[in-house]
């Protein structure tokens, strides 16, 4: 059982340059979300999905853009990156049975370290 | 505006000790909370969920309190070991919002 597999791991970007942050989970979680995590900030909800077709603004949206086709997979993209998004991503799902966040354990990603020069 | 707090941010214990780690929620529309583990360089690992109608949940050494009241969450570690140092999160899910509110943790160190 994979859990919550995030590619690539590190990455490193030019300013400008866009990208495509991969998440997949085989667990048929509804609920799939993404974070970031700066020093002193700790963890900000970047976009969520309740399910398939689904999704929704987090608290720091700006400069990012999701969908979800299904419900496996819960891709993030980079429209065009700025430094102020070198940070550590973190994918995570749940199973809400429908419920929007539901009421049960979120499992995590082991985390995309992205780096904009 | 619904908040976690977790002070303090860091704190160290000799081996053996039992840890304390509080998790403060302003609102007590709080239908779970959860507490995590990330070690350094990895992801956070769920360690107890804890229901709004129950008032604590255990697991092997590991023991969380949960009171809205007081909008307090406490974990409970006995006996603390070297292998027990990372960073501890707490995390509510509110009713009618889609999405968990982190503290910002716990950087825990247990010296041998």
């Known amino acids: 059982n994979a859990g919550v597999t995030q590619t690539p791991k590190f990455q490193v970007l030019k300013t400008g340059q866009s990208m495509t942050l991969q998440c997949a989970q085989d667990?048929?979680?509804?609920?799939m979300s993404w974070y970031r995590q700066d020093p002193g900030m700790g963890l900000r909800l970047i976009h969520y999905?309740?399910?398939?077709?689904?999704?929704d603004q987090g608290e720091v949206p700006n400069g990012y853009n999701v969908s979800r086709s299904t419900t496996e997979d819960f891709p993030l993209r980079l429209l065009s990156a700025a430094p102020s998004q070198t940070s550590v991503y973190f994918c995570?799902?749940?199973?809400?049975?429908?419920?929007?966040?539901?009421?049960?354990?979120?499992?995590f990603g082991q985390g995309t370290r992205l780096t904009v020069v | 505006k619904q908040e976690v707090t977790q002070i303090p941010a860091a704190l160290s214990v000799p081996e053996g000790e039992n840890l304390v780690l509080n998790c403060s929620f302003t609102?007590?529309?709080?239908?779970?909370l959860q507490w995590f583990r990330q070690d350094p360089g990895k992801g956070l690992t769920s360690l107890l969920l804890?229901?709004?109608?129950?008032r604590e949940q255990t697991s092997g050494r590991l023991n969380a309190s949960l009171d809205k009241s007081s909008g307090r969450s406490t974990l409970y570690i006995a006996a603390s070991q070297p292998g027990d140092s990372a960073t501890y999160l707490c995390?509510?899910?509110?009713?009618?919002?889609?999405?968990?509110?982190f503290g910002k943790g716990n950087q825990v160190v247990v010296i041998p």
């Open positions: 995570a799902s749940s199973y809400s049975g429908g419920l929007g966040l539901g009421n049960t354990e979120a499992f």
């Open positions: 667990m048929n979680h509804e609920y």
């Open positions: 999905s309740v399910g398939a077709g689904i999704t």
């Open positions: 609102d007590s529309a709080i239908y779970n």
């Open positions: 804890i229901q709004s109608s129950q």
């Open positions: 995390a509510a899910a509110y009713y009618g919002n889609n999405r968990l509110a």
